[in-house]
Structures are given as structure tokens and as C-alpha cells.
């Protein structure tokens, strides 16, 4: 039996593949995982960014009298999980390479679950001083650290089982995973807000979200380890189309592409948090209507994302992915010229904001994860990909909701404009410069 070079199946893996070798998994049945393993990780981070608008600024920043300043600084731990979130895939890596893809999800979506769940335990200040903001990070800082490891490469599988001319339909599914893990975490908050009174969401309602999460990981965590062990899996693996690789060595090869690909997705990846954390905090903040009924309107939205993420399949698998991304980018800076009025114009105008808002980011959300992976030789692509998203996710979402506010606050809401323009601007530089992102060509083979 030959040796393999940074093996990335352990034993129990493969006969894991040779029990299922007459069961071969289908598209369908990866997509589905897919999207539930992405559910779960979105719907980690939407309840922690609907608490840091909703729980943290007067549970663990009372000392502080102004409410926006509150938010700032509950903001200001907002982004730690995106830049936590590369390092996490530099061990993570090296776990996948040394004891298995298996063993990397199961160590990653159980510490994920773990952080999102510890944080409600979390004490308030009143109980144990900064100690209370010292954990808050901490947890913040796991979650990222998790959701480095939980790149499992199965959207990197659903495409290699794509029609050449359904590549666009099927990258967009993985990323229904977003809309309906924040539309899940805005039912449970809107929930518990719109029933409970303010004395008992900020006492112990506010902590129930939290909770759900480590089992919702469970769930997803025996999906993907069920198409981990099938043999399509398996057989891409041995391709070496999914195999792990030092993350320093894919990047003296691919840093170039690494960094373009970073800002090809800027503008959906801009956008994601203006439309889901930025304008909660901006409605409870300066009103318009109460944060319960607002979260029901983002749950509609959701619904409008869904919808926009799908129509972006279909259109790219008609005019190409590189022309939807140009095109979206280009929606998003003509949106941007009026979502500032939007917010400004009290309740009918923030749901029209949030409505057109997230059928725009469906549209170029749609097709951001193709994006990424698309300059990367086989060898390198589930590496690369996965760095590349990271990069992505902390240059374009991680700091979203900090700058937003920050600008609104003190210069004025139409400050929010220029932020979405610059993120559109970004995205069509590098469009331009990426000229592999061309129809009809498998990720990962255009060079």
C-alpha cells in the first residue's frame, strides 16, 4: 500500500468510504449539507451580532451613559472573530493534514458551538466587573478561531459534480446558508423581545439564542461528516482536488491571487453587514419603529436574499460570473447613493432599505464564494480557498459595522454611502485585473 503525503483521511475515514461505496451521496444530497453547514456557522455569528446591538451595550458596557458610544465599543469586539479566523485555519490546516478532515470538523464545530453557547453563561459587569469584557472577547476570538476549521471543502465538491453549464447555479447554493441562518437568529430575538419585558430579555431571554446554537452545530456537524465519508469525497481527495496544504506554502505560490481574491467579493462581503447588523443598531439607536418589529422586517428580507441569491444562479449561468459580480458591484454604488435617505426616513423607508437592500446583496452574494476560489490550481484550491475567504470576510464584514456607525454618528448617515461605494469601487478593480473569472471554466483550471 502506497504512502500518501500529507494525508488528510485517517483510517476510520476510509472505511467509513468503503462502508458506503454502493451508497453513492448526490448533488442534491451535498447541497443539502452544504447549506445546513453554513446555516449554522451564519446563524453563530448573526446571534452574536444581534446581541452586540440588543444585550451587550447595557449588559456589558453599563457604565457607559451613551448608547452609541455603548454600541461603538460593543462594536469594537465585533471584528476580533474575523481576524481570529485566519489563525484558526493555519492550525486547522495542519490538523486536516495530519489527523483528517473528520477530526477537523468535529474539533471546530464543537469549539464553535462551545464559544457561541458559553457566552450564555456570560455575567453581566454588574457582577464581575471587565471581567465581563475580557470573556466576551474571549468567546468572540473562539468563535473566529472555530470558523477557520470549518471550512469543510464540500462547496468545492458540489461544484466538481456542476454541468459546465451549471457552474453559477450551483455556487450560489452554498451561500443560501447566510439568509437563513440570520433570518433563524432574528426569529428567536425577535421572539423574546417582542414577548418578554426589557427586564427579563436583559435578565435571562436574551440568553436562549445562544444556547440553540451548540445544538444546531451538532445537527450540521453529522451532515457534512456523512458526505466526509462518502466515496465522491473520498475519490476528490484522492484527486488531490481537496486535500489541505501549508497555508505558507500555497501562499509563496498563489499570494497574488490570494490578495485579488480577497477584493473581488468586497462588495457583496461591504454590503452583508450594512443590511443585517449596521441598521438594527441604527433603528434602536435613533427609532423609527422598535427593534422587534425591525427584526421581523430583516426576516423578510432574509426571504428577499434567498430569492436574489437564487436569481443570481440563474443569471450568471447565462452571461458569466465575472459580468454578475461587475454587475452587482455596480447595483450596489447606485444603491448606495440612496440607502442613507432610506434609513433617515423612518419606519416605511428603513423596510424598503432593508427589502431592496437584501435582494441587492442576494444578487451579488449569490456568486462571491466562486469568486474566491477561482484563481487556484488544483493543487491548492482547498487551501487557497479557504485563506482567500478569510481575507475576504476581514477586509470587507469584520470592521462593516464599527465604520458604519462610527461615520453615521458623527459625520451623518450619508457617510454609509461612501462606505458601500468604496467596497463597489474595490470589487470592479480587482474584476478587472481577475480576468480568469471567465463563463464556462471550472474553478481552479484557468490557468
Avoid at 439564542?209 to 465519508?229: D, E, G, Q, S
Avoid at 486535500?243 to 506554502?249: G, I, K
Wanted: proline share 5%; glycine share 12%.
Amino acid at each position: 500500500m502506497s504512502t500518501v503525503v500529507n494525508p488528510t483521511s485517517t483510517g476510520l475515514e476510509e472505511d467509513a468510504r468503503r462502508i458506503h461505496d454502493d451508497k453513492p451521496i448526490s448533488p442534491g444530497s451535498i447541497a443539502i449539507g452544504v447549506i445546513i453547514g453554513r446555516m449554522s456557522e451564519f446563524f453563530d455569528f448573526f446571534v452574536y451580532g444581534i446581541g452586540s446591538v440588543l444585550v451587550f451595550p447595557r449588559l456589558i458596557f453599563p457604565f457607559v451613559s451613551d448608547p452609541v458610544t455603548a454600541t461603538l465599543l460593543s462594536f469594537s469586539i465585533f471584528p476580533l472573530a474575523f481576524i481570529a479566523r485566519p489563525v484558526g485555519s493555519l492550525v486547522f490546516m495542519w490538523i486536516d493534514r495530519h489527523y483528517g478532515r473528520g477530526t477537523k470538523l468535529t474539533i471546530a464545530l464543537f469549539l464553535l458551538g462551545g464559544s457561541t453557547a458559553s457566552i450564555a453563561f456570560l455575567p453581566a459587569y454588574d457582577s464581575i466587573g471587565y471581567w465581563a469584557i475580557a470573556l466576551l472577547a474571549l468567546f468572540r476570538l473562539g468563535q473566529g478561531f472555530a470558523l477557520g476549521g470549518a471550512w469543510d471543502g464540500l462547496a468545492s465538491l458540489l461544484n466538481l459534480n456542476a454541468p459546465p453549464n451549471r457552474r453559477g447555479w450551483y455556487a450560489m447554493i452554498p451561500q443560501l446558508g447566510a439568509p437563513i441562518g440570520f433570518a433563524l437568529a432574528s426569529v428567536l430575538f425577535g421572539y423574546f423581545v417582542a414577548n418578554l419585558s426589557e427586564e427579563d430579555f436583559l435578565s435571562w431571554g436574551w440568553r436562549y439564542p445562544f444556547f440553540v446554537a451548540f445544538a444546531i452545530n451538532v445537527v450540521a456537524l453529522f451532515a457534512r461528516l456523512r458526505i466526509v465519508a462518502s466515496k465522491e469525497f473520498g475519490a476528490a481527495m484522492e484527486a488531490q482536488e481537496l486535500q489541505a496544504r501549508p497555508v505558507f506554502e500555497m501562499l509563496s505560490k498563489h499570494g497574488h491571487d490570494v490578495v485579488l481574491g480577497a477584493f473581488v467579493p468586497l462588495a457583496s462581503f461591504a454590503m452583508f453587514h450594512l443590511v443585517t447588523i449596521f441598521p438594527l443598531s441604527w433603528v434602536t439607536l435613533t427609532g423609527g419603529q422598535t427593534p422587534a418589529e425591525f427584526l421581523w422586517v430583516q426576516v423578510a428580507g432574509a426571504a428577499v436574499g434567498v430569492v436574489g441569491i437564487v436569481l443570481s444562479g440563474v443569471i450568471a449561468d447565462r452571461i458569466g460570473r465575472r459580468s454578475q459580480l461587475m454587475i452587482g458591484a455596480v447595483i450596489i454604488a447606485i444603491f448606495s447613493f440612496s440607502a442613507p435617505f432610506l434609513l433617515d426616513a423612518g419606519g416605511k423607508g428603513q423596510d424598503a432599505f432593508i427589502i431592496i437592500g437584501f435582494g441587492i446583496l442576494g444578487l451579488s452574494f449569490g456568486q462571491a464564494s466562486g469568486a474566491v476560489s477561482s484563481r487556484f490550481s488544483q493543487y491548492y484550491r482547498y487551501t487557497g480557498s479557504a485563506f482567500t475567504s478569510d481575507l475576504a470576510w476581514l477586509v470587507g464584514a469584520g470592521f462593516a459595522p464599527l465604520v458604519a456607525l462610527g461615520l453615521a454618528s458623527n459625520f451623518g448617515i450619508i457617510f454609509i454611502g461612501g462606505y458601500l461605494i468604496s467596497g463597489a469601487i474595490c470589487t470592479l478593480v480587482a474584476l478587472s485585473l481577475n480576468r480568469a473569472l471567465t463563463p464556462g471554466i471550472e474553478p481552479g483550471q484557468q490557468r
